[in-house]
């Protein structure tokens, strides 16, 4: 079973730091683009920061400057550095990545479960 595992969440306070993780499990061959979601309280799930392949970094306006993107191609690994996290950071984090796998040999989408990030004042 292809999936995405995430870790690294739990309660940080404001103007501490969090790194959270992801990486695929199950056979996979590929990865493309790797991404972090977040749903926050009263809010629809967002765009938080995504890197392709090569390394290129795009963020949502709400966390740029603050939070980092990073991946470890060798272990198919992303990683959300969350610097100066804020109260309204709170939230569930998703890991969302293009993986193919010996199944279709394209490029799907995938999600992680979600990971509970909670920033206290």
């Known amino acids: 079973q292809v999936r995405l595992v995430e870790s690294g969440g739990g309660t940080v306070q404001t103007g501490k730091f969090l790194r959270l993780s992801c990486r695929p499990a199950?056979?996979?061959?590929?990865?493309?683009?790797m991404a972090w979601y977040r749903r926050t309280p009263g809010h629809e799930r967002e765009f938080v920061a995504k890197?392709?392949?090569?390394?290129?970094?795009s963020y949502s306006e709400a966390v740029r400057g603050r939070f980092v993107i990073a991946r470890d191609n060798s272990k198919s690994t992303v990683h959300l550095e969350m610097d100066n996290p804020r109260p309204e950071d709170t939230g569930v984090y998703y890991c969302h990545a293009a993986l193919m796998t010996p199944m279709t040999f394209e490029f799907e989408d995938y999600w992680g479960q979600g990971t509970q990030v909670t920033v206290s004042p």
């Open positions: 890197i392709t392949r090569e390394g290129e970094p």
């Open positions: 199950g056979n996979v061959i590929g990865v493309n683009d």
